[in-house]
């Protein structure tokens, strides 16, 4: 062979090697990520969830990419985006807000591992047969949500003793509303309150449902743990310093945003054990042997400018129970 043939094939030799090499390396995973509202609205708990992916080895570009999926609060387009996640073959999917998003992943695969973030109790849903074996291809977080409704009352009753009549924001496109009506509903019995609920899924329905305050107005809001909710916080605390109306939430961005008070699950730390599951799956973990997981820390935040604005006192035991004061 001539020293120019052997050379040009040595040459092309080295350009074929790393494509072979190449072409045997395995596939990156791919993580589906499904929620029915936007991005900006999970900043902080996207931010733990990403933190525990790479405490498990796993870094977002690197090793592993993430489809995301959001609904923009319209739910009705979660079970199309959810069999485009089964169709991109994901190695897991991740759905948070609420059970309208579990539900329609689990309706779109029965073979994809899926961990989800819910509020209320994944066996009542139909999600999984139990807490401890869940036995199928779904586990996750569940925040409590449902559990804290009478608590959330409770706090609320103590920051406005005078509160006598309550209304009620809840979102009926969540499975569990008419449930969390009548759970507050007996609560408000036992403290001698009365509550009017108000059913609302648009920033629409929320401007008037708080237009007919002019007529018959309440002494508090409560506003139940909903994702569509949380993605209108400044709205709703808009609103609620424009009537000078008391607002309870179960998260503490309501709070940031300028309303009274929250009570609830630390939506990071939850995000975080979402992360946490995520990457044991992708090591071969399946989801009918990881229990489903339920909050333990929880977060009192009180927004002590706010209740000044409106005229309140904030009772000094209920100060030195707050995990945050926003001054």
């Not at 050379?7 to 929620?35: C, K, Y």
């Not at 000044?308 to 995990?323: H, K």
């Amino acid at each position: 062979m001539k020293r120019r043939e052997f050379i040009t094939l040595l040459g092309g030799a080295a350009v074929a090697w790393p494509l072979a090499a190449r072409a045997q390396q395995p596939a990156m995973p791919v993580i589906g990520f499904l929620n029915p509202t936007s991005p900006e609205v999970l900043t902080e708990p996207m931010r733990s969830f990403r933190q525990a992916l790479k405490d498990a080895g796993y870094v977002e570009g690197e090793s592993i990419a993430i489809e995301y999926r959001f609904a923009d609060n319209q739910p009705e387009r979660l079970p199309e985006m959810a069999a485009e996640l089964v169709k991109r073959r994901v190695a897991v999917i991740v759905v948070t807000g609420g059970p309208t998003s579990a539900l329609a992943a689990k309706a779109a695969t029965a073979a994809i591992p899926i961990i989800f973030v819910v509020a209320e109790d994944p066996v009542s849903l139909g999600l999984v047969a139990s807490l401890a074996r869940p036995g199928g291809n779904l586990t996750g977080v569940n925040i409590l949500a449902a559990e804290l409704t009478a608590k959330r009352l409770e706090l609320l009753r103590e920051l406005v003793p005078g509160a006598a009549r309550v209304a009620v924001f809840v979102n009926p496109n969540n499975p569990v509303a008419d449930a969390t009506v009548r759970e507050l509903e007996a609560a408000a019995r036992a403290m001698g309150l009365q509550i009017q609920a108000l059913r609302t899924s648009s920033g629409r329905e929320i401007d008037a449902a708080f237009a007919t305050f002019a007529r018959q107005r309440p002494d508090a809001l409560f506003v139940a743990g909903d994702t569509f909710f949380n993605s209108r916080r400044v709205q709703l605390a808009l609103l609620a310093a424009l009537h000078r109306l008391p607002m309870t939430c179960g998260l503490r961005g309501y709070v940031e945003a300028g309303g009274l008070m929250s009570y609830g699950a630390d939506l990071r730390d939850a995000y975080r054990q979402v992360g946490a599951y995520t990457g044991r799956v992708l090591k071969g973990a399946k989801p009918a042997d990881l229990p489903v997981m339920q909050s333990s820390k929880f977060e009192l935040v009180i927004n002590n400018q706010t209740a000044r604005v409106l005229g309140l006192t904030v009772p000094p035991t209920l100060l030195a129970r707050a995990d945050e004061v926003i001054e």
